[in-house]
T-cell receptor, first 115, second 112 residues
Framework: DADVTQTPRNRITKTGKRIMLECSQT?????MYWYRQDPGLGLQLIYY???????NKGEISDGYSVSRQAQAKFSLSLESAIPNQTALYFCATSDFGTGNTGELFFGEGSRLTVL | QKEVEQDPGPLSVPEGAIVSLNCTYSNSAFQYFMWYRQYSRKGPELLMYTYSSGNKEDGRFTAQVDKSSKYISLFIRDSQPSDSATYLCAMRPFQGAQKLVFGQGTRLTINP
């Protein structure tokens, strides 16, 4: 099983619908992130969380919200989806313990299409 | 202007060629530099990690950082079809910084 699991892997929805993307991890890391990937734009940080009680906005948080339900679970919601939120979404984890590089461990991605 | 610029390619080379992938950046505070490799339909995975200026070698891969020019490179020697992927550079100012700034990614194809 993957260390970072995202569901669903693919989703097609309509404008105005509420969508939730879920992420769970078995790496035991405290830090979790949601990124968005668009062709030609690289990875952009939406939200990040350093522990269950800590939620922080990234560079493109408008139109998104998150919930850290447990150390291992971090979900991303689109309250009212719009077509320009069509993208590939990645969940990631990291551990900043002593000697670590802060490497990000990514899930396999959730491809969202908003019609 | 983006903080990190990376030519998106696509780049196509024959098997065995030496590949050079590059990123330029504008923030002189960046000190930690990474290269991630992303296969099709997969998440990115860390390939190389370097601190400050200099070279780091790992097998067929060499990462090079020139902080004076704000320029980093990844060289792949004896390229293989299995190296076909998107390569993303990434950097941060200090080790605990939560924000990792990514380049746009370069799509590389190695032709047998």
């Amino acid at each position: 099983d993957a260390d970072v699991t995202q569901t669903p892997r693919n989703r097609i929805t309509k404008t105005g619908k509420r969508i939730m993307l879920e992420c769970s991890q078995t790496k035991g890391h405290d830090r979790m992130y949601w990124y968005r990937q668009d062709p030609g734009l690289g990875l952009q940080l939406i939200y990040y969380s350093f522990d269950v009680k800590d939620i922080n906005k990234g560079e493109i948080s408008d139109g998104y919200s998150v919930s850290r339900q447990a150390q291992a679970k971090f979900s991303l919601s689109l309250e009212s989806a719009i077509p320009n939120q069509t993208a590939l979404y990645f969940c990631a984890t990291s551990d900043f313990g002593t000697g670590n590089t802060g490497e990000l461990f990514f899930g396999e991605g959730s491809r969202l299409t908003v019609l | 202007q983006k903080e990190v610029e990376q030519d998106p390619g696509p780049l196509s080379v024959p098997e065995g060629a030496i590949v050079s992938l590059n990123c330029t950046y504008s923030n002189s505070a960046f000190q930690y530099f990474m290269w991630y490799r992303q296969y099709s339909r997969k998440g990115p995975e860390l390939l190389m990690y370097t601190y400050s200026s200099g070279n780091k070698e790992d097998g067929r891969f060499t990462a090079q950082v020139d902080k004076s020019s704000k320029y980093i490179s990844l060289f792949i020697r004896d390229s293989q079809p299995s190296d076909s992927a998107t390569y993303l550079c990434a950097m941060r100012p200090f080790q605990g910084a939560q924000k990792l700034v990514f380049g746009q990614g370069t799509r590389l194809t190695i032709n047998p």
